[in-house]
């Protein structure tokens, strides 16, 4: 829930003054006078809930084996064993302080790390518990829960990611032992990026293809494998596991991402994750009431991304943001200071849509995981038809998620100047971390065919339709009901039109249709970007519908100011998507306005009722991003400290610099001191010429 109260904005005025930050007297000014708007998206036990995560950190930020200051300077070897102590303490703390599971969580993700125990937490332990076989789950299942045994989920291979159904790994039933085999046939089969297989699992939930008696290959199914022993923790007979080495620009450098071979490794029968699917002892398939029961595991996973990249993208605001309203360059005011820099227009034009995209998608995540909650639910008693619907939506949402996480988070070090280049910006190591993710948890462009073959399945169903007037529209493909007849096109567009909700989410959503029925049409013969454009436009117009519901149930609760600054911010999110849709709307003649004193650009008044709207919310841009509840702990920024003190913090963390321990380096006696004496030798040398 969407919880949105004011507080008083003095002692963060005052705070801020007393550290020299007058720019923020230029940006508030005469707009907020007592209160300070303050947003939250949490739980719906609000304010409660997020003092209970501020204890958290309390607790976290003192204790020593949570330190920070360090960790920059660091090797591979030793982040990855640093991280694995952080994980231990953090459980010795949920024991100690009796923290529930959802603390817990809180509690890692509070590290900024990428931990070797977020695949067990996030991907192995929710596919086991809810695709393994009463018997299985009673063996094994409080193990799990209590990480009694650590485990990982290997899926991509060395020559295959996306496309499961090409797996070569073989799991191979043997009828008189009621054993599996499994096997790597080849140097391509072999199992690569498997985050925690490294060194850290004992084992992992395996996907392979299911040999039949007789050699039918059923295709990809998930088996439980032990890796290591639980003694001494050595990788087991048949077994080859290893770390596939360091990975770009240093992300997820504290996870053991790994490799695993296996010869003719043996499992009980038991061990197929058998709730759906299933093998008789003499080697029958049973198959499962649904083909894509399996897709749970990776729907829970796409459902629990969208609100978590949300954050990311809050984190990115609330660091550029800041410490764009303490830096001054340029123009001298009346003060006969320089300009803040968040006031010139090449710079809110950046750093605001980032902030009302951070609170879309924090909303939406909560929103998709309710509803995947609700298919699970029907899933257990055999009802399937929520299946389809949450494939195409998790498919959509974690492709518009991901992309606009990386282009935000570098969009936002970016802003920042050349201070942002510096690791201490804290932003460069978020984008590391989350850059692999338009690629992780399906390739987004392998996907953006999955959302299409969608969105022309719904088309093809309204086309054939004897009666489409009847039929009734999911949320994904709500837009198709624009292509029903005595529908009409959007009319000319005032400037006053875009303060209205409705047209953004009318203007999306008949882009959508138009696209979609354009495929449909020249799908013979597509053309390349077809997939991509396709997918975008039909996520968009979901997402911008649902932004919709959140503008209309804002004025149910809030009044005055407040209401008036959060559909403003949501606002901003829809001009913004409406204005990145251009060249859609220009090719089907969908964006009809009126000219704007004199120009001919048809845009001019959706990109001057976007500006209108960053003006309109500088003066609540430091409140907006407080709200988010970071603590300079948490953010572990030197560019986005809540004092504003910037450059005191950039010039401490320098002091810290391992370089910096000595007056001379080491390098002068090895090479330096070489370097310069030849120089000089050459110049006497010439000089005697």
Known sequence: QLRIWLRPGRQRLLTLLLSGISSIVSILNDKITDLLLNVEYLTPDGREEYLKQDKIVSVMK????????????????????????????????????????????????????????????????????????????????????????????????????????????????????????????????????????????????????????????????????????????????????????????????????????????????????????????????????????????????????????????????????????????????????EQPVITYPSQYIRLLPILSRAYVFIRLGRSLVNSFNAMSSRLAT????????????????????????????????????????????????????????????????????????????SYNNLTTSTNPSAISFSPSSAYLRLLLPNQTAPSSISPESWNDPNTSIALLEWRAAHLVREHAQTKSQPDASANNRVARAVTEAFVAAQVGKIIDGLSAEFKGETLAVAKRLFMLYLLTTVEASLVDLLTFGLLRTAAVNGSADPARSLRLAIDTLCRSLLSNAIGLTDAFGFSDWVLDSALGVYDGKVYNALWERAQAEPLNKTDVTEAYATSIKSILERGQRQVKAQAKL
Not at 150 to 173: F, R
Not at 251 to 262: E, H, K, L, P, Y
């Open 62 to 337: 003192n204790d020593p084996v949570f330190d920070k200051s360090e960790k920059d300077f660091m090797a591979r070897t030793d982040r990855y064993k640093r991280a694995l102590t952080m994980v231990n303490r953090v459980y010795e703390l949920q024991e100690k302080h009796n923290w529930t599971q959802e603390e817990t969580v809180f509690a890692l993700s509070t590290l900024g790390e990428a931990l070797p125990i977020n695949l067990h937490n996030t991907a192995f332990q929710p596919v086991f518990l809810s695709q393994g076989s009463p018997e299985l789950l009673a063996k094994y299942g409080p193990l799990v829960q209590s990480r009694a045994i650590l485990g990982c989920y290997l899926q991509t291979e060395l020559g295959h990611g996306t496309n499961v159904s090409q797996l070569e790994t073989t799991a191979t039933y043997i009828p008189e032992t009621r054993e599996f085999e499994i096997h790597s046939p080849s140097l391509t089969s072999t199992k690569w990026w498997v985050g925690a297989l490294g060194k850290t699992a004992t084992h992992g939930v395996v996907q392979a293809k299911l040999i039949l008696p007789g050699g039918k290959d059923v295709g990809p199914h998930l088996f439980f494998v032990q890796l290591r022993s639980l003694e001494d923790h050595r990788t087991l007979p048949g077994r080859i596991t290893g770390d596939i080495g360091p990975k770009v620009f240093g992300g997820f450098g504290s996870v053991d991402n790994g490799f695993a071979r296996f010869d003719r490794v043996r499992i009980p029968k038991e061990h197929m994750l058998s709730k759906f699917a299933q093998v008789t002892d003499d080697g029958k398939y049973v198959q499962p009431p649904h083909a894509k029961l399996s897709y749970g595991g990776m729907l829970y996973i796409r459902a629990n991304m969208i609100t978590g990249l949300g954050w990311v993208m809050a984190k990115a605001a609330t660091v550029s943001i800041r410490y764009s309203t303490v830096r001054r360059q340029g123009n001298k005011g009346r003060d006969g200071l």
């Open 382 to 457: 055999g009802d399937t038809s929520l299946l389809a619907e949450m494939h195409a939506t998790t498919s959509g949402l974690k492709i518009l998620a991901t992309t606009s996480v990386v282009q935000d988070v570098e969009t936002a070090r970016r802003a920042m100047g050349g201070h942002g280049f510096s690791q201490f910006s804290g932003l460069g190591r978020v984008y590391a971390d989350f850059l692999p993710s338009v690629t992780y948890e399906g390739d987004n462009f392998v996907l953006d065919q999955q959302v299409v073959r969608a969105a022309l399945k």
